[in-house]
């Protein structure tokens, strides 16, 4: 199976370690969606932009771990949608946005790039 990332657990990000079994498959960038920083980390809803992810093959059990971090307390869901690399799970963010700062360019790592 296959995850898509997009903030914390990209390469050289403070939750990497996460994906220490993961096998890296390539860069893609998502559209139909906006990326919003919530603080430490990101979060991706359905919009009108593209959001900078890397894609990842990983096992069932980094899927569980990634779960039990991602989907406790309703913070995000699960949702399966087409890359160049097969179809993979992306964590779609579902508290509202409107009070957190958009990142224009889509790019956790260049997240100076925010609108009010």
Known sequence: MRIIVYGSLRRKQGNSHWMTNAQWLGDYRAEGYELYHLGLYPGVVAGEGSVYCEVYRIDSTTLGELD?????????????????????????????????????????LDRQDISS
């Open 68 to 108: 039990a971090l991602r989907t406790r307390g309703g913070e995000y869901k699960r949702e399966l949608i087409s890359t160049p690399y097969g179809s993979a799970w992306l964590y779609i963010y579902q508290r509202p946005v409107m009070d957190r700062q958009k990142i224009v360019s889509g790019d956790w």
